[in-house]
């Protein structure tokens, strides 16, 4: 899945962040260098991707 940022204004000012599809703390990663930009985070939610590790599979072939 293609990693993005979506940024969201409301009519009001109220600005929305979201990482979509970002596995585990890679989406805070992403993400803080717009809000230390933006000012004060009111408030900070985790996907349950969030909790997610991302999967590597080692494989070693033996030989005799």
Do not use: D
Not at 4 to 23: C, N, R
Not at 24 to 44: H, M, P, Q
């Amino acid at each position: 899945m293609k990693r993005t940022i979506e940024i969201i204004v409301s009519p009001t000012g109220e600005i929305h962040i979201e990482g979509v599809g970002f596995i585990g703390a890679s989406c805070k990663e992403a993400t803080r260098a717009l809000e230390e930009a933006l000012g004060t985070v009111e408030r900070s939610l985790t996907k349950p991707e969030y909790y997610q590790q991302n999967q590597r599979i080692n494989q070693q072939k033996l030989t005799a």
